[in-house]
């Protein structure tokens, strides 16, 4: 079963920064927080991942508070085509859980 | 192009075939995986394979069975097959490390659907 607790929809103005929120209050101190998304029906995408320090890279910035048990995965820019379902995930191992997501709509 | 690649792209079969559904990678990836996504869109881990091992063996039914000819290739044999077995299947690829999780790559899936 999934560790992660996401919103099961949002909605963000095209151009503006989208914010996606993720508890993980159950983390341990070696596993991972992943985010991947799945635009329509294709494959999930990777996007970011992150252990304690923030991250970023060319798709996304991830936040992760200081206890660990919550993350932000932060697209500066939305565009239309970032209208996918994003899976926050925690994880040590090669068992990856995906839960529900979040399914994020980008309206213009 | 470098990626993970599936085929085919869809399947539709009868109740009681065997089929087969092929994956390769070639981005050098010593892990790969099978997942199962239904219609409720929840996806879950089915399979996976390190150096020819089985490493995680979800609570599949015995029908399915992965081969791993070499570190490149997971294909997926599915016997008997039933009307539940509907769904996306989609094969990934990752490195693995003892003490870190690596981002997993995916295919575009293949779209079973029995009738």
């Known amino acids: 079963d999934a560790k992660t607790t996401q919103p099961t929809s949002m909605d963000c103005a095209e151009g503006r920064a989208a914010n996606l929120p993720c508890n993980h209050s159950?983390?341990?101190?070696?596993?991972?927080v992943y985010w991947y998304r799945q635009i329509h029906s294709q494959g999930p995408q990777y996007i970011i991942h992150?252990?304690?320090n923030n991250e970023t890279n060319e798709m996304a910035s991830l936040i992760i508070t200081e206890d660990r048990k919550s993350s932000t995965l932060i697209l500066p820019h939305a565009t239309l085509r970032d209208t996918a379902v994003y899976y926050c995930?925690?994880?040590?191992?090669?068992?990856?859980?995906f839960g529900a997501g979040t399914r994020l709509t980008v309206k213009p | 192009d470098t990626a993970v690649s599936q085929t085919p792209k869809y399947l539709v079969t009868q109740m009681g075939n065997d089929k087969s559904i092929k994956c390769e990678q070639n981005?050098?990836?010593?892990?790969m995986y099978w997942y199962k996504q239904d219609s409720k869109k929840f996806l879950k881990i089915m399979f996976s394979?390190?150096?020819?091992?089985?490493?995680i063996n979800e609570t599949v039914p015995n029908r399915f069975s992965p081969k791993s000819p070499d570190k490149a290739h997971l294909n997926l044999h599915i016997n008997s097959l039933e009307l539940g077995d509907s769904a996306v299947y989609f094969c990934?690829?990752?490195?693995?490390?003892?003490?870190?999780?690596?981002?997993?790559?995916f295919g575009p899936g293949t779209r079973l659907t029995v009738t």
């Open positions: 990934a690829s990752s490195y693995t490390q003892w003490d870190r999780a690596y981002e997993q790559y």
């Open positions: 159950t983390i341990s101190g070696n596993e991972y």
């Open positions: 981005l050098g990836h010593d892990t």
């Open positions: 992150g252990l304690k």
């Open positions: 995930i925690v994880r040590v191992d090669n068992d990856m859980r």
């Open positions: 394979y390190n150096n020819k091992e089985l490493i």
